[in-house]
């Protein structure tokens, strides 16, 4: 059973869209409503600050700034009043406009938080804030279903549309959702009465479900010390899989036990019996016991070693991360065709033609090269890390179909003049801008799988 947020999510809040109204830019949203929010203490400001910093947006200080308790803020950036906060806060009773409802309609498919944002009563924007999956948590539910585990659960105080977006990416076999502390504890003994069960939480609010539980374990890196103290378990590094391993570990320590159990009662049985019979003297059978708790003892220190994978080299971890980090930094560029395919729902004319533009500059500059470079590079160095390359020739193919689509983008933007940009041309450049953002984002997941399989 595990707790979602901070557990199979970053935890947090995070910026994953910007909608912006027609004939304004995603920066100036992002930015006004970056340096509103430097007045409030809250997570959500603290996500929206933190990700215009992270653009290199420059911040101005807000002035006369009044806070409405879980609504939003008002206040006054370069001589203008700026509010930023809910659709309640913005518009009252008023009806949005229709980019505002798509993109409400967008936040409601991304179980996203919506934070619109207006100045001098005019709404400019609408920031899309949520908590993301951690990269691992798909690769470690894998793990331990691969590792036998046979019900996989989530727990959860979040609303039950957001976690069960998150239950239906995973394929869980149980979504529990608006669940207090208490409620916690009472699903975790109710699985208990059906098979021993594992609880894997961090906050403060899984420690009594921790407890609870056959075997609690806390997320140790950035969880509460009361979560840590009430586990039998702590992870102390902030990765997810860590805990298909720690499964793992504890079902080769039982084998290899069961095993030195078995063995070692055999060969004791045996030797008694031939000391029965008078075919083994005492001195004899007396060093032969002393043989076979070595043996046994041997055998049972394999327990301290990692089980060994014959037949090929790992991949050095520091190169793993490397690989990582590559990805990472494209985060940026993908994050950007995602609002330049939002934004051509209705731009025309000149906006679509530069939209467009800029998108092929992006796939051509950023996301292709980066696949060339993996193809030429990267996965002839990988392929010795990998005992079956099969799966690296798939990856090839999505790198083929990534530059393919590429092309197709650049032949579409290639001299594209206003005049030119028809709804057909702009929803075919859009389409292509889609299938790439998707294409690339799930083809950087499976690469970072192959990464980790190739550690070892």
Do not use: C
């Not at 586990?231 to 079902?251: E, N, P, Q, Y």
């Not at 993908?334 to 729902?345: G, Q, S, V, Y």
């Not at 796939?363 to 030429?376: F, M, P, Y």
């Amino acid at each position: 059973m595990f707790d979602k947020t901070g557990t199979l999510t970053v935890g947090g809040a995070r910026l994953v869209a910007i909608e912006t109204a027609p004939g304004q830019s995603s920066e100036d949203v992002l930015r006004i409503a970056g340096s509103l929010e430097q007045a409030s203490h809250h997570v959500v400001a603290f996500a929206i600050v933190n990700a215009a910093q992270r653009r290199g947006l420059k911040l101005s200080v807000p002035s006369q700034v009044r806070e409405a308790l879980g609504s939003g803020l008002e206040g006054v950036i370069d001589g203008q009043t700026v509010r930023a906060g809910s659709q309640q806060l913005i518009y009252g009773p008023r009806k949005p406009e229709e980019w505002a409802l798509r993109a409400l309609r967008r936040a409601a498919w991304r179980s996203a938080l919506s934070v619109f944002v207006a100045v001098n009563d005019r709404v400019i924007g609408v920031l899309l804030l949520g908590d993301g999956l951690r990269r691992e948590t798909p690769r470690a539910v894998q793990a331990l279903r691969a590792a036998g585990v046979s019900r996989i659960v989530m727990l959860t105080g979040d609303r039950a549309d957001a976690a069960e977006t998150i239950g239906a990416a995973l394929d869980l076999d149980g979504v529990l959702a608006d669940r207090v502390p208490s409620d916690k504890v009472d699903a975790v003994a109710t699985e208990q009465r059906l098979n021993p069960t594992v609880m894997v939480g961090d906050g403060i609010n899984d420690a009594p479900a921790l407890a609870a539980a056959s075997v609690g374990i806390a997320m140790g890196a950035r969880g509460a010390s009361a979560s840590s103290e009430a586990a039998d378990v702590v992870v102390l590094v902030d990765r997810l899989d860590r805990v298909s391993d720690t499964v793992s570990i504890a079902k080769r320590a039982r084998v290899i036990a069961v095993q030195s159990i078995v063995a070692g009662m055999a060969m004791s049985g045996i030797a008694m019996g031939f000391a029965a019979f008078g075919w083994l003297p005492p001195v004899a059978g007396a060093l032969t016991q002393e043989a076979i708790d070595i043996a046994v003892i041997l055998n049972a220190l394999r327990a301290l070693t990692p089980g060994h994978r014959f037949g090929r080299s790992t991949m050095p971890a520091a190169t793993a991360t490397a690989l990582r980090q590559d990805h990472e930094r494209m985060e940026a560029n993908l994050n950007r065709l995602r609002e330049i395919a939002d934004a051509l729902d209705d731009a025309e004319g000149e906006r679509a033609v530069s939209l467009i533009l800029e998108a092929n500059e992006v796939v051509s500059r950023h996301i292709v090269a980066h696949e060339r470079d993996d193809e030429t590079k990267v996965y002839p160095g990988l392929a010795q890390y990998l005992s079956d390359s099969h799966g690296l020739g798939a990856m090839s193919r999505a790198h083929r179909e990534i530059i393919h689509l590429g092309r197709l983008l650049g032949q579409l933007a290639d001299g594209l003049a206003p005049k030119d940009a028809d709804r057909y041309l702009i929803r075919d450049a859009q389409r292509a801008i889609e299938s790439l953002e998707a294409l690339v984002r799930i083809h950087n997941a499976q690469e970072e799988d192959i990464y980790e399989h190739a550690v070892g």
